[in-house]
């Protein structure tokens, strides 16, 4: 399933999905991506890619198609974020809770709290 930038309600992207977006902005109201499901970011033109998420997040899925923190971005108002893969984009969460499970981790975290659980690494990629 393909997205085009654009406004959208709660998205779930459920186990054995793979939902792509193109570059440009997507503004949501929340966003999961459930253990077993895949969200492939990026397009030809190599533009970045927001997502702007209302309330929480909660990505446990595969994510794929960019290279590198800055081509991804992820901002959210909400209370709760939750990073059970791999990450590499950058995040912005003033207001929540985030909690990082993943062994490394690429990018920049802006959170009101963090909590990175046994044996995390998070890198800030230099451009």
């Known amino acids: ?5 654009g406004v959208y309600g709660d998205i779930i992207v459920n186990s054995g999905t793979k939902l792509i977006l193109e570059s440009g902005q997507y503004f949501v ?5 459930q253990s077993g499901a895949e969200l492939y970011v990026g397009s030809i033109k190599k533009e970045r890619t927001d997502l702007f998420c209302k309330g929480n997040i909660d990505i446990r899925g595969k994510l794929s198609g960019f290279k590198r ?3 991804f971005g992820i901002f959210t108002y909400g209370q709760s974020v939750v990073l059970n ?3 590499k984009f950058d995040l912005v969460a003033p207001n929540a809770l985030v909690e990082v499970y993943d062994t490394y981790n ?3 975290i802006v959170a009101k709290n963090l909590i990175a659980h046994q044996g ?7 451009k």
Not at 29 to 33: A, D, I, P, R, V
């Open 29 to 33: 109201k929340s966003f999961s991506l």
């Open 69 to 71: 923190s800055n081509d």
């Open 1 to 5: 399933m393909a997205l085009t930038p």
């Open 85 to 87: 893969t791999g990450m």
């Open 120 to 126: 995390n690494v998070i890198i800030k990629e230099l």
């Open 106 to 108: 690429y990018g920049q």
